[in-house]
DNA sequence: CATTAGTTTCAATAATTATTGAAATTTTAG
DNA sequence: CTAAAATTTCAATAATTATTGAAACTAATG
């Protein structure tokens, strides 16, 4: 019923080992390093993107003390990384009857990990810009530059709203829509390109970003 | 004709100083500033935020010295900085007659700087892992506890996959295009959902990615 | 072809970020 | 309420990453 459970050490039984070590297969081990070596480059730090990784990968819910043994971990660390993945949804706490420790699994859904990466990404990587870009605009441009400058600030606010718009209507989609969406791209591409055929406009239209010198 | 030019330092007139310290306005400033702490988030350095921020607003190309002069930073790091810009696509190399200084301009378009970051991003955040997961996809599966492993790793992979491909689609559509498509977002999603009815599937479909316990 | 203005490199150092592990805290069970 | 088990915190330290600036290099000029 409870195969991790490891019981309080009894010395006089040499086969009852303290903790059974969690070792991973190579394969989940190179799944797990590669997660924490990208880590870096996803904005997370190694610790987090290999308990994700571990986790991800198991068929049932791990303990803190699995996780730490597994990665060769220290407690706290471990702690700290359930923590940091916890408040982005990227763990659940699951519980074993008649053991007190906390257990965790990841969300079994894909496209929720998805969801959950881009928003947060969103909230830490576009918002707080396009906040400050709104509040440079409202700033009054003094001399020529600043007004130059103003413009820039503006198209850039622009693209980035029309972008978080539509990442806004996406978001509703449930899976099954998304992907037929994505399934759908080069149909809507297609059909796009139709439409432009039949209001007669050439390859000639460009967009106003275009203004502005050679 | 040629505004920024400063000439070489002739040490008999004193109103000729060395170099003109370039100054950014307060605004600019405000602007450069963020850039600056938002690169970290979005895997940049502050240098490079910062120097990418700066040339972002300015109304003209500027030359290295301007850069490390209005920023306060090295000579050193402003080079190191524009290679990698330039590595990115991110500069472009400009050269005023009668100067044999090398002056830097952003891209005007600001959609050609969103390809620029997504396709540099997918480069380093996602084509390595798809690599990855491929390899270990074709790697045999000895245990249970493996083959469970390879069923989510195939998971994570057709998923991935399927918003590569997409986003390779969409990237073949020119500014114009992908406007519209933004545009047409909430409308895309009702055709969607009237396609839906008309086949008569309802909101109890769910997705294959349901399965497993609850 | 020597001089000079400009650029790049890279080893040293500074700044930042991650990790540990002992101590404090919380939780559960008796 | 107390003891035992588990978890969390956080100051110290390790590891990593960014930045500087002097020296090497490059290219244009007279």
Redesign the pocket.
């Known amino acids: 019923m409870n195969p991790g459970m ?1 019981m ?1 050490p009894t010395p006089d039984s040499p086969a009852a080992a303290p903790s059974p070590p969690f070792r991973l297969s190579p394969l989940a081990q190179a799944f797990v390093l590669h997660f924490g070596e990208m880590g ?1 480059r996803w904005g ?5 993107g290999q308990i994700y990784a571990m986790l991800f990968l198991a068929d049932a819910p791990r ?3 699995d996780i730490a043994d597994a990665l ?12 940091e993945l916890a408040s982005w949804n990227l763990v659940q706490l699951r519980h074993v009857p008649g ?4 257990y965790y699994e990841t969300p079994r859904d894909v496209w929720s990990i998805f969801r959950t990466l881009v928003e947060e990404r969103k909230k830490r990587e576009i918002d707080p810009t396009l906040t400050t870009l709104r509040t440079l605009l409202m700033e009054p441009a003094t001399d020529a530059s600043d007004r130059f400058a103003q413009e820039r600030i503006a198209a850039m606010h622009e693209q980035i709203e029309l972008l978080t718009d539509w990442y806004a209507e996406m978001r509703r989609l449930d899976s099954e829509r998304l992907l037929q969406l994505l399934r759908l791209g080069e149909r809507v591409v297609k059909a796009l390109e139709f439409k432009d055929r039949m209001l007669g406009r050439g390859k000639a239209v460009t967009t106003e970003a275009d203004h502005g010198r050679t």
């Open positions: 490891d309080s870096s997370i730090n190694r610790t987090v303990h803190a003390e060769t971990l220290s407690r706290g660390s471990v702690s700290m990384g359930l923590k053991d007190r420790r906390d």
